[in-house]
């Protein structure tokens, strides 16, 4: 089955403790990012990756580090996470990047299940 | 002003009813959009892109408006499992190619 999965899904953990949040697709795809969902926010991007190796900031990216060594995994990583971090995460990838042209369809972005992460 | 805006709702609307969202974006350099679902607590699923001439999907149908700069959905005869949270989300192509995601409307309907 095509997915992207994250892991944890749920996690609570204290402030300075690094933690590292997984993600992996099995869909080939070149195209992984991460976001984060706040009410009223809605979904803010905090890292993305066009291809292995290649890594970029997102709107939001202060805090947080990704690294994009294999094509399926794109972890994020919070060396000291802080209680405004609290948050529902979530990972994302898709075909391809920078192939749009007006009558193109869409590369869907397909997103993992999410993951609900508490800051004390 | 925020780059794509949306009516937080919430829409209650009776099952049957014919419902309507609007977006507007605010960045004229965007190039394609779409509609995106969020049920509760789970992640965003595609719905469907918009066409610059308007399309349709059994009973869902969007537009796009370039020159007003807004996009709709329309939703007939809704049902009970429509209930949920709809995204808007606009792209650009802008140096690198960008998602960007309202804060979606969120619809519940009612038996």
């Known amino acids: 089955e095509a997915q992207v999965t994250q892991n944890p899904r749920y996690l609570i953990t204290v402030t300075g403790k690094k933690l590292t949040v997984t993600c992996s697709q099995n869909?080939?795809?070149?195209?992984m990012s991460w976001y984060r969902q706040d009410p009223g926010l809605g979904l803010r991007q905090i890292y993305y990756?066009?291809?292995?190796?290649?890594?970029d900031k997102g709107d939001v990216p202060e805090g947080y580090k990704v690294s994009r060594k294999e094509k399926r995994n794109f972890p994020l990583i919070l060396e000291s996470p802080s209680p405004n971090q609290t948050s529902l995460y979530f990972c994302a990838s898709r075909v391809g990047f920078g192939t749009y042209t007006p009558l193109d369809s869409y590369n869907e972005q397909f997103f993992g299940p999410g993951t609900r992460l508490t800051v004390l | 002003r925020k780059e794509v805006e949306q009516d937080p709702g919430p829409f209650n609307v009776p099952e049957g009813a014919t419902v309507a969202f609007n977006c507007t974006y605010s960045n004229s350099a965007s190039q394609s959009f779409f509609w995106y679902r969020q049920d509760c607590r789970k992640e965003p699923k595609l719905l469907m892109s918009?066409?610059?001439s308007g399309n349709e999907d059994g009973r869902f149908t969007a537009q796009l408006n370039r020159a007003s700069q807004y996009i709709s959905l329309l939703i007939r005869d809704s049902k009970l499992s429509d209930s949920a949270t709809y995204l808007c989300?606009?792209?650009?192509?802008?140096?690198?190619?960008?998602?960007?995601f309202g804060t979606g409307t969120r619809l519940t309907i009612i038996p």
């Open positions: 869909m080939n795809h070149e195209y």
């Open positions: 989300v606009v792209n650009r192509v802008f140096g690198n190619e960008k998602l960007t």
């Open positions: 990756s066009m291809n292995v190796e290649v890594t």
């Open positions: 918009v066409y610059s």
